[in-house]
Each structure stands twice: as C-alpha cells, then as structure tokens.
C-alpha cells in the first residue's frame, strides 16, 4: 500500500525495527515483574510456547486472508490490529505500574563505596 520502491520496505521496517525497540525492554521487565516465585522457568516457557503459536496461528491465518481478499486487505487489517494492540496497555496501567515510589529505572545502590586511591 506505501511502498512502490524496495527502499520503502526497507525505511517501513525500520521503523518497526524501532518500535520493537522500544516495546520488547519494557514488555519483558513488566512480564518479569509479575512472574509468581517458583514459577519462572514455567512462566518464561509458556510465554515462548503461546508466542510461538501465535506466530504460527497468525502466519496461517494472514496467508489464507490474502489468498482470499488479497494483500491490501491484509495490510490494512494488521494495521488496525497493531494500532488497537499499542493502545490496549493502557486498559490495565494501574495493574502494570511498580508500587513503589522509587524509579524502577534506577535502583538504589547497595553497598558501593568511595574507591580507594593510594595518596602520593
């Protein structure tokens, strides 16, 4: 639909290179700040098991909608799903946001001390 040129291609998925970017660190830490104690190794492979399928599922379904409606139809569907995907955190921010007032972006510093240096 936007592309006439390979460039094109090539600048749209950059842009969504970007965007992955910027989704993948966040998603992973709010997904490990919720794993249950004991539970990690379970919790991480059943994330990769359902992401797997869903990447199978979505390959399969998006191959039969082009074959059906064609490609611009698809394009324009995934589209809006990702438009409405990007939106849907924002359902649950309360749920997702630490508790804590202390920025989980830098945690506070144990036990460091000034390093030694010989005087001379």
């Known amino acids: 639909i936007f592309s006439s040129s390979a460039w094109h291609i090539y600048l749209l998925q950059g842009i969504y290179s970007l965007g992955m970017a910027m989704n993948i660190p966040g998603w992973t830490a709010i997904?490990?700040?919720h794993i249950d104690k004991g539970q990690v190794a379970f919790e991480w492979a059943t994330r990769s098991t359902f992401i797997g399928i869903g990447a199978g599922a979505a390959g399969a379904l998006g191959g039969i909608i082009a074959s059906s409606f064609g490609f611009n139809i698809?394009?324009?569907?995934?589209?809006i799903f990702a438009l409405l995907s990007a939106l849907l955190p924002l359902s649950i921010l309360k749920t997702i946001t630490p508790k804590d007032k202390i920025s989980p972006r830098a945690p506070e510093a144990k036990?460091?001390?000034e390093p030694h240096l010989p005087k001379g």
Do not use: N
């Open 31 to 33: 997904f490990t700040r």
């Open 74 to 79: 698809l394009f324009v569907g995934v589209g």
């Open 111 to 113: 036990g460091l001390q």
